[in-house]
């Protein structure tokens, strides 16, 4: 399947003035550097505690790709939708209550919402908004907002279309796996590489799985409770390297 060209889809309004015309696949490989400073760097994507309980390192390839199928993909649709309201400039807030509804972890909860203040940074700065205009960043409910929110409405501003919004989800989740697999585990950086380049059919099937959804309602519901309960023990644990 053939990703969507142009900057939106049909019926969709053009991204903010003061976006920068950059082609998608362009703004594709640099909102997917890790050298971004959003935070990214503070994650294992549940790695680290996925470790501590037993999970094998030869065993990650398969980690990753559960959350592709769970809690990434509810991260991917909120973001596609997020962008897609942004775009017809109706209320952000609906989005946000979808998402929280479908992440049941409150320690996933709030690790979200503090990567969204850090993504809400790159936004303003990277994508201001003409003075004068509406900016759904500038309100103060979204400091609250968690990260693919944020990076919904950023996607919009900025003239990322859907599909690559999906993969963008789906590739920073991979990569955020394998690259904590290095620093918690000896490996081969080949391998871990090795790995994403198997799961790159997954993160385009992530992509085709989102790339349509508009509504709140329509934001995939996969849950992972060992990850989730993972989760909520590594966040009252005091010895760690990743903050989630």
Known sequence: MAAPTGAGAAG???PAPGSFAVPSALLLTLLADARLPSGGHTQSGGLEPALRAGLRAGDVADYARARLRTVTAVEAGTAV????VAAAGEDLAAVDAAWAARTP??????NARRLGRGQLRVARTLW????????????PAARAWPRPV?????????????WDLGRLVGYDDVQTVVAALLKLEPADPLETTGMVVDLL???????????????PVEIPAGGAPLMERWAQTHAATT????SA
Request: hydrophobic share 45%; no cysteine.
């Open 12 to 14: 969709e309004a053009p």
């Open 81 to 84: 939708v997020a962008r897609a």
């Open 105 to 110: 972890s409150p320690a996933l909860r709030a």
């Open 128 to 139: 201001p908004v003409a003075p004068g205009r509406p900016d759904p960043l500038g309100q």
């Open 150 to 162: 944020v990076l919904g409405v950023l996607a919009h501003r900025a003239g990322l279309d859907a």
């Open 201 to 215: 059919p997954e993160i385009d099937a992530l992509a085709a799985r989102v790339s349509h959804l508009r509504h």
């Open 239 to 242: 010895e760690r390297l990743f």
